[in-house]
T-cell receptor, first 110, second 110 residues
Framework: DAKTTQPNSMESNEEEPVHLPCNHSTISGTDYIHWYRQLPSQGPEYVIHGLTSNVNNRMASLAIAEDRKSSTLILHRATLRDAAVYYCICSKAAGNKLTFGGGTRVLVKP | DAGVTQSPTHLIKTRGQQVTLRCSPKSGHDTVSWYQQALGQGPQFIFQYYEEEERQRGNFPDRFSGHQFPNYSSELNVNALLLGDSALYLC?????????FGPGTRLTVL
């Protein structure tokens, strides 16, 4: 699985958008890009995933660069509940093993 | 639907002992994965079970073993415990595009 690089931490104000970048320059053509988040004292939680096209769901949007070497998770209006560690993961298949890195710790300020 | 459940919630063992952790997958899920999460780090993949067989394995020693039962529930066994085995052990079950994680078992080895 391709290695991913994310900033260690980011801060945002409540109700403002948050853009979380992820670099995955060695991604292969068949790797999916997954995002999970882990709230304090909980197991990781699926956020979104994509292959080539941008994706939207009720939680977030995923913007994938045309060359697929980077992607950005967008939380449109951050709430205090969105404070968590966000992990960007490249994986060969959707149900395949997930190789977590250090993730980005998001702090949301009221 | 109860989601992924794990037992026990917390466990304290001493070095050299053996431990068994248990996981019940989300209803309808037939694939179970186990992860180890040390404090302050992202989860690390241990192994994955499908149809009662180990399908994939991460970089963990043979002291870590598992089992999947016909009802898809799973056990993680760790023999000859070391201090470094202290961690949060997460179980995840998968269906299509998402892995659903349980709350984890916190293992402390003294």
């Amino acid at each position: 699985d391709a290695k991913t690089t994310q900033p260690n931490s980011m801060e945002s104000n409540e109700e403002e958008p948050v853009h979380l970048p992820c670099n995955h320059s060695t991604i292969s053509g068949t790797d999916y890009i997954h995002w999970y988040r882990q709230l304090p004292s909980q197991g990781p939680e699926y956020v979104i995933h994509g292959l080539t096209s941008n994706v939207n769901n009720r939680m977030a949007s995923l913007a994938i660069a045309e060359d697929r070497k980077s992607s950005t998770l967008i939380l449109h209006r951050a709430t205090l509940r969105d404070a968590a560690v966000y992990y960007c993961i490249c994986s060969k298949a959707a149900g395949n093993k997930l190789t977590f890195g250090g993730g980005t710790r998001v702090l949301v300020k009221p | 639907d109860a989601g992924v459940t794990q037992s026990p919630t917390h466990l304290i063992k001493t070095r050299g002992q053996q431990v068994t952790l248990r996981c019940s997958p989300k209803s309808g899920h037939d694939t179970v994965s186990w992860y180890q999460q040390a404090l302050g780090q992202g989860p690390q993949f241990i192994f994955q079970y499908y149809e009662e067989e180990e399908r994939q394995r991460g970089n963990f020693p043979d002291r870590f073993s598992g089992h999947q039962f016909p009802n898809y529930s799973s056990e993680l066994n760790v023999n000859a415990l070391l201090l470094g085995d202290s961690a949060l052990y997460l179980c995840a079950s998968s269906e299509a595009s998402e892995q659903f994680f349980g709350p984890g078992t916190r293992l402390t080895v003294l």
